[in-house]
């Protein structure tokens, strides 16, 4: 009996996952399991130089989005990789629409071999297996999309039940170490919550809140509960939307609202928002901090429920690129009245993280903005002498000098290599001497030397011409947008040809232009 002659590849990409959200919960799908059936595989049929590990714990395989998987791809050629494999199709992926773009053409493109062991998958052998893998992916993906469903309704059953199964609890309360789906009270942290409710009830806002707890320096929740992923600036300080986000809480009541966002499909992580009349109430499932009439108290006024505005759309096309010259944020507008404002977000929310509390009025500061865009662009189209009619008409003289230059030397280099050919000819026929053929033969080939620099320089400065046209363009460009500036078919997109942002303090506008070096330009308001 013939022993099989074993393969020889350069390196193997070994590829592992496990996830408990596409119902891998079987021994044997578990990591430990997966290396050693392709280790074995790989011991009994390939010989090969090393082999790279690759592994997603905890990843869905409905999506690409996965660490080790990502790593793996990008090493391919780094690495020298002949061989991807791994345990069975589903290890690789449930979605085959993008797993056939990488097995049928991507690895195949890149001479790349991928093997699924347990399905007998090989995309460089004739194999009938081959054939039934896009339908066994289209079985793993239902799988997947199945198993999703369970997953949700599993986790609304909970949510029904008045189970809390957020990793955090909310400020105010903890979770019971007896029972991690009920909430009780968190002693210190409810007085703070108390306190915000009794505040508004006595008529202050939301940011006089946040002002007066910032000065008492109170600990805010994030850093309470030691909440990681926050380290910016807010961390440290109450804002007027931390404050608004607990009065607007009713789990502050006793109740437990569930089910607020949820992901768009079993596919993607995106969340979107759920209506309030779909959302999950469960009454009485903890301890209540304060009571529902003094909840119901608060919100029974005109700012909740406020019906939506009668005004047309804000069309503020230069506040897109607007920011605080202070805090360095983009800048909010609204509509008051008859006007647009225009305020850093952060005054309403504390005056702990900026000073500037000024409102513009967007109209006027659209003429300021507009105003200097026109005299620096003329500024400096006149100091550069940038006139695209004149540039072009000047481009094209210059290039039909260098083109007839260029066919004056390219003949006369022409003639310098047949002289250069007959001299040699000349020699191997000993009709010229030894003496006068080095000569004669170093005279020549200098002058091709220079010749041919000669060319190179004007080819050269005949390519700079060429891209210079490119500028012409992007000239006359910038000169139709800047006589559309204050006419409505300008776009944010136009605007953005001619500044990078717009700074706002409280007494002046600093404008930075993205054409070329324009200086930037301070201006009073």
Known sequence: MMIPKKQLIRNVAIYLRLSKDDGDTEESESISNQRAIILDYLRENF????????????????????????????????????????????????????????????????????IAILDGVDNFEDRIANEFAPIKGVFNELFCKETSKSVKKSKRKKMTEGIY????????????????????????????????????????TAMQIADLFNEEKIITPAEYLKIRGLENRTK????????????????????????????????SKKRINIRRDEQIITE?????????????????????????????????????????????????????RNFINIH???????????????????EDLEQLIIDSIRKEFDIYFKKNNLNPSLMKKYNMIKVN??????????????????????????????????????KIYNDLTKSRKELSEDIENLESEKAKINSDSEN??????????????????LTEEDIGELIEKVY??????????????MPSKRISC
């Open 401 to 438: 000098e260098i083109d007839n230059k260029l066919k004056e030397l390219n003949k006369e280099l022409g003639m310098l290599k047949f002289r250069i050919s007959k001299l040699y000819n000349d020699r191997l026929q000993e009709n010229i001497s030894e003496e006068n053929y080095k």
């Open 47 to 114: 010989n090969y130089n090393k082999y790279y590990e690759y592994v997603d714990d905890g990843v869905s395989g409905a999506t690409f989005n996965r660490p080790g998987f990502k790593r793996m791809i990008s090493d391919l050629k780094l690495k020298e990789i002949d061989l991807v494999i791994t345990k069975n199709l589903a290890r690789f992926a449930r979605n085959y629409i993008e797993a056939g773009e990488y097995i049928e053409k991507s690895f195949p493109d890149n001479n790349i071999r991928y």
């Open 472 to 489: 012409i363009s992007k000239i006359k460009e910038i000169k139709k947008i800047l006589k559309n500036l204050d006419k409505e078919i």
């Open 504 to 517: 706002l303090y409280k007494d002046h506008i600093h404008i930075f232009y993205k054409f070329e070096k």
């Open 284 to 336: 009485n499932t903890h301890e209540a901090i304060i009571s529902c009439e003094m909840y119901d108290e608060i919100h029974d006024n005109n700012k909740f429920g406020k019906v939506k505005s009668e005004y047309e759309s804000i069309d503020a096309k230069f506040s897109a690129y607007m920011f605080c010259g202070d805090c360095k944020d983009k800048m909010s507008k609204r509509r008051s």
């Open 344 to 362: 850093c977000p952060s005054r309403n929310e504390t005056n702990f993280l900026c000073s500037n509390n000024t409102l513009y009025k967007y």
């Open 236 to 267: 440290k300080i109450w804002t007027r939307t931390m404050i608004a986000r607990i009065l607007a809480n009713p789990v502050y009541t006793g109740k437990c609202l569930r089910g607020k966002t949820q992901n768009i499909s079993y596919k």
């Open 165 to 204: 199964s957020c990793n955090v609890a909310p400020f105010g309360y903890k979770k019971d170490p007896e029972n991690l789906g009920k909430l009780i009270i968190d002693k210190s942290a409810s007085e703070i919550v108390k306190r915000i409710f009794t505040l508004t009830l006595e008529g202050k």
